[in-house]
Structure formats: C-alpha cells, structure tokens
C-alpha cells in the first residue's frame, strides 16, 4: 500500500499522531473549509464529510492500481497528496498562507506554494519536479474544458528542457496523473476524454504550446454542460457574438484569463446571459494586472440543499435572470444600465491578491431576508404562495412570466402526459403556419409535427424558462419546430397580420385571465378579450382559432351536493373556500362531511381536488371555467364580430376526473339523486371568414 494511503487509514482507525508525521494530512483533515467544486457533487451533505480529504484518497487509489515503477510512482503520490491543500488547513494556517501572499484561490498555486515551504524532507530535484507538476495540477483536464490557455502548462515543459526528466519519463508520469485526477471524479469521465488528454500532454512535452483553442472554441468548451443539455450553440454564438465589440471584449477576457468555477456557475444561465456577465466583468477589470477569474462565491451562492439533493437555487436565478434581462449588450458596453435597489453585480480583488478577481451577484439584506423565507415557505403549500408573491411584487416578476418555480418541471411533464386528451386538436387544424399559443412542454407541437411533417409550427410563449426548455429540446430531439418569445396578448408585435393558418389556446386562456393583470384587475373578461382581438388580427382569412380550456355548466343556479369520503377532503374545502382568488367560494353544511353548493363552485373545487396538494398552491390562483357555454358564444360575437364563424362548440367531461375522484367524494342533486361530475372542458373552433 502506498504510504500515504496508510497514513490516512492511520488517521480514519483514530491515529492522531500521523498527523504530526505528515503535515499535508494535517492540513487537509484538520479543515473547517468548503472548498468544492459543487458540479462534482450531488448532495451539499457531501462537503460534512471532507470531500477534499476523500477526493485525495480516491486519486491515491487510482495512482496504487497503476502500473508506474516505484521512482515515479513516489513522484504521483507526493504530487497528489499536496494538490489539494489550499482547499483545506485550519484558520491559523490560512492566516499565514494568506500573509505570505500565498494564492489559496487558484488551488494549484496555492498548495505548490504550501508544498515548497513544507518539503524540505525532499532533495532539491524531487522538490522541483514535485513543485512544478502541482502548480500545474489539473491545468491539462482545465485546457481541455476551455478553462485556461494551454501555455499555462508552459512549467511541466521545464521539466525537460532543464534535464530534471526525459520526455518519455514525464509523458509516463502525466499520464498516470491525470488519470488519477480524473478517474476520482468519475470514471466514466477519463473513458470519455482519455485520448484527448493524451494529445495534450504530448504537445506539453514537446513545447508545442502554439496550439490555442480559438475564441469561439474555447467559448463553445465553457457551454459544454449547457450544449449537453440542449443549447444551439452555433445560433446563439452567432446571434449574440455578432456585435464587434462584444467579440473584442471577449477577446481581451479570454486571450490570456484562467477561469475558475465558471461551468458550475453558469452552465444553467442562457448564452446570452453567459456573455452579459462576462461583458460586466470586462468593464470593471484591469486585464493588464489579473490573471484569475473566480465565479467561486457566485458558485456557491447559486446552490442549497432541498429534500437531500444539491438544488440550484431557482429565485435567485430568476432575480438574476430579470436583472440581465433589463440591460443589452450594447448597454453594458457603453455603461449605460441603472442600478437595482436590491439586486447589483460586483467584481472585487481580495486585498492580499491582485492578480485575481472574484465575480458574484450581492442582494439587498431584504431581498435576501425574502429569499431565504421563500426556501423555508417551500414546506408549507400556503405560506410558499404569500412568499412567492412577495417575491414577484419586490422584483416586479411578471407572474405569467415565472409561474412555478421548482414545479415547472414537473408541471410541463404533466402537461405532457395529457397529450392524448388533446389529440382532437389535429381534427380542425387548417393551413400550412401554425401557432401553438403557452406550448407548456412541447408534446403539442411534437404532436402536430409527427401528423404534419410539411407545416410550420412555433410555440409562443412569453416565460424565458419555458422558452430555454423548449429550446433545449428542440436542438436534444432534433425537432423542426420553432419557438418564439410573444405576448398573447400582443400577436402583432411578433407576428405578421394575417399570416397565421391556425393558433391553438390548449388550457392556457384560463391563466391568462387567472394571472394577467389587465387594466388594473385580475380574472377580468378583457384580458381575454384582448387575447381573442390579438389572435384575430394575425389569423389568416380562413383560418382557424382552435381553444380547448375549461368550462362552467348552466343553468348557473343549480347546486350539488358533495359527500367527502373522508374528514381530509372536508378541511381540504375549508382551506380552500379562503385561499381560492378567483371568487367567493360558499358553502353550506348539509350532514356529516357533506356541503352543498353552487354547481360551478363545485367544479372549480373539485378540478383542483383532483390535483391535490402539490399543485394547490397554483390552482388556488387559478379560475378553470370562465364561460358558461351560451356565455362563451355571444362574448366570442361580441368581440369578433360578424367576421368570426362558430364551426365547433362542444363541452365534455375529461376522461380522468371520475375515476380520480371516485375515492374521494359522492356527488348528488338537491334531491339527493347521485349525479355525473360538471362538464369540465369545451373545444371551440372559430374561423375568420
């Protein structure tokens, strides 16, 4: 076994003189630190547990299964058990390291620069092939991630060409070395990029540092996760790195900078916002004087942990996103943005470092107080709404823009799977242009897409985070459809008059008019009216508006008579009845566990019932049925005039709702006769003739 595998098992059987015996252990068993790079794992419960010591003895492990003779094995082991220990040490140790003008930031530096001052035990060759291959610990698997410049690694070359080791001693010994860093990451990970790294280190050896990644290379390297997880690089390369002087700037950031935690902190942020917040850095920075870009801070703000699991954290990045969002690129180059009371970005030198700067988003002490209430709400379905609310009113988020937060997944999943209610669409679909109006998850378009191969179809919506989840789909699935950012209520500014064949409304006008503001009022008719008006001005002659949404039952007056199967649905109503915002929802107790109520307030109840919990604290903010059938049709005369023609009106029970709800409740007429639910769903097809 290797020594310094030995010396840590020492340590772990409880052996606490080893650590006398061997001051890196010390330093890195010894640590209150948090040095991670949190891309690597899943858990922030993994920091408890030193995952720098843990992350040095699986690269320990890896180097014992080698096969490198003794002499050069000793050299991989010394250089792996001093890599890490920048990352760790106590306070007293980072103290003086700090005061010494030690780089404990970039971590190679930094703990070659602990190695030189400890190794005294080593003659003056080891110490200085051991010195220069930590200071360039892990520079080779960073070149090849777009991280830093290959003439980084100009040090390893040294070795050769000062006669401390020939070229195949030092290939043998960068292979081995790298395998190790690499394979304690993932194993999977070394397979992947074995032959790359072995391409490098050739070049390394031979001097060959004349071999750069090009701007756009080493930009398309950084987005490796984000073109993993969807994004057209090509296409938003082009569309955002158009502007010559953004390319210049990127330039000057790039030609010579080493990065620092950039993936881990940006990979979830879009291209355009990825650009943005290096073009603030470049207006804040003197590149003559910094060689380090730290996302670090920015990194570990960005993350907590939630049910076990490393979450991003979802309203700052949307707080972020909403600041970015607010400044052009052009705006930024001519330092021509306003401030945010609660939000500012920083670039900032820590005062014993000039040559590195360190990036990050600082909010406001309130903001910051809302937030943190926002993580905590999360455990309480209604608390977690109020939170949002004030979420949305501090940082003036549109609610229709970020509706749901963590549950967007899941929701446009759901939406997803009830893609083969929505088949009966494909009936009345006309033309050749087609426009699917909130496509949720996409399976619409899909859908239309698969039935009409030739036909332009987009998806328009108006929030970003359903838009970069379409997006990323498109480009994973290889789809041909587009996707559009738009107004529902403002088609024109999007889209040509009387250019559409067809646009489809599949269960989104109730949001519209549950979430819009319109005129100073929520659930307000004229929203809707405005998105009829806004359709109808950008639908061909001819074509069609197809809507599938909820519906309210008539006569109005009657009432039905809900028994819950158990005490848990009465307080479910209860709770409901007061946080329901669309209207006044009453109630009358008739029995044990029984009410009886308006037949339409029993719809909305039990449509969101059937969801239950998780999706309470959105349906309580939304109004499934917002027309009677007969007050359907003379609102769609009313507003669309003689010009619109009725070709289909038909409303239905969703197939789902009576099984889902058969183990809850028993439904009755006033005559306590047992009833059928409400029809829950209308299709209407409208044509511009």
Request: aromatic share 12%.
């Amino acid at each position: 076994m290797l020594k310094a595998l030995e010396a840590i098992e020492r340590f772990k059987a409880g052996d606490q003189k080893v650590l006398k015996e061997e001051k890196w252990l010390m330093y890195l068993a010894l640590t209150s630190e948090r040095n991670i790079n949190l891309e690597r794992i899943n858990s922030l419960e993994e920091m408890k547990n030193n995952y720098v010591l843990r992350y040095v003895e699986n690269t320990l492990l890896a180097l014992e299964e080698s096969e490198l003779d003794s002499n050069k094995k000793f050299i991989v082991e010394e250089v792996l058990k001093w890599s890490e220990v920048a990352k760790a040490g106590m306070s007293h140790h980072r103290k003086r390291w700090i005061n010494k003008g030690f780089n404990l930031f970039a971590h190679n530096i930094g703990s070659a620069q602990i190695f030189c001052e400890d190794a005294d035990y080593l003659d003056s060759r080891l110490k200085t092939i051991i010195n220069y291959l930590i200071m360039t610990h892990g520079l080779i698997g960073q070149y090849i991630r777009g991280e830093v410049t290959l003439i980084d690694s100009r040090p390893i070359f040294l070795l050769v060409k000062e006669k401390f080791l020939e070229p195949y001693e030092l290939l043998d010994i960068l292979m081995v070395l790298n395998c190790c860093i690499i394979k304690a990451i993932d194993v999977k990970l070394w397979e992947n990029i074995r032959n790359d790294v072995e391409a490098v280190i050739e070049d390394v050896v031979e001097g060959s540092f004349e071999k750069q990644h090009t701007i756009r290379e080493r930009i398309r390297r950084l987005r490796t996760i984000s073109i993993k997880n969807g994004e057209d690089f090509e296409s938003e390369y082009n569309k955002h790195l158009s502007h010559e002087s953004a390319m210049k700037a990127m330039e000057s950031i790039l030609k010579g900078m080493d990065l620092w935690y950039v993936e881990a902190a940006l990979f979830d942020f879009s291209f355009e916002e990825f650009v943005k917040i290096f073009l603030l850095i470049y207006k804040s920075v003197d590149f003559d004087k910094v060689k380090h870009i730290s996302f670090e801070g920015f990194m570990k703000e960005l993350y907590y942990q939630h049910n076990g699991k490393k979450r991003v954290n979802i309203y700052k990045k949307r707080i972020v996103e909403k600041y970015l969002q607010n400044v052009t690129i052009e705006d930024i180059l001519k330092e021509n943005f306003k401030a945010n009371p609660h939000l500012i970005h920083e670039t900032f030198h820590d005062k014993d470092l000039d040559d590195t700067v360190f990036f990050n988003f600082r909010f406001s002490p309130a903001a910051s107080k809302l937030i943190d209430f926002c993580v905590e709400a999360e455990k309480s379905d209604v608390m977690y709404e109020r939170a949002i609310v004030l979420l949305f009113d501090l940082f003036g988020l549109r609610k229709d823009k970020y509706d749901r937060f963590y549950e967007e997944e899941s929701y446009l999943s759901v939406m997803n799977q009830t893609i083969n209610y929505k088949k009966i669409i494909l009936d009345y679909v006309i033309g050749s242009r087609i426009i699917d109006i909130g496509p949720g998850g996409g399976a619409m378009m899909d859908l239309i897409e698969e039935s009409f191969p030739d036909k332009y179809v987009a998806g328009v919506d108006i929030a970003q985070n359903v838009i970069d989840a379409l997006k990323k789909k498109k480009q994973i699935e290889n789809r041909k459809w587009e996707v559009l950012y738009g107004d529902a209520l403002n088609l024109s500014k999007y889209l040509k008059k009387d250019s559409i064949d067809t646009i489809m409304f599949c269960s989104i006008l109730h949001e519209l008019y549950s979430y819009i503001e319109f005129k100073g009022k929520k659930f307000n008719h004229e929203t809707l009216e405005a998105a009829f008006k806004s359709a109808f001005d950008v639908l061909a002659h001819g074509g069609r508006i197809i809507i599938r949404d909820g519906i309210m039952s008539e006569p109005i007056e009657e009432k039905r008579i809900i028994r819950f199967l158990s005490q848990e649905g009465m307080e479910f109503l209860e709770r409901y009845a007061r946080d329901f915002k669309g209207r006044m929802i009453e109630y009358k107790k008739v029995g044990q566990n029984e009410v009886i109520m308006l037949i339409n307030d029993a719809m909305e109840f039990l449509y969101t019932y059937t969801w239950g919990e998780r999706s309470y604290v959105h349906e309580v903010n939304e109004q499934f049925g917002y027309f009677t059938p007969s007050g359907f049709k003379k609102f769609i005369k009313t507003v669309l005039g003689e010009g619109a023609k009725i070709v289909e009106f038909k409303h239905f029970l969703q197939d789902g709702y009576t099984v889902a709800l058969s183990q809850k409740v028993e439904l009755f007429d006033e005559a306590r006769n047992p009833v059928r639910l409400p029809d829950s769903t209308c299709l209407v097809v409208i044509e511009k003739s």
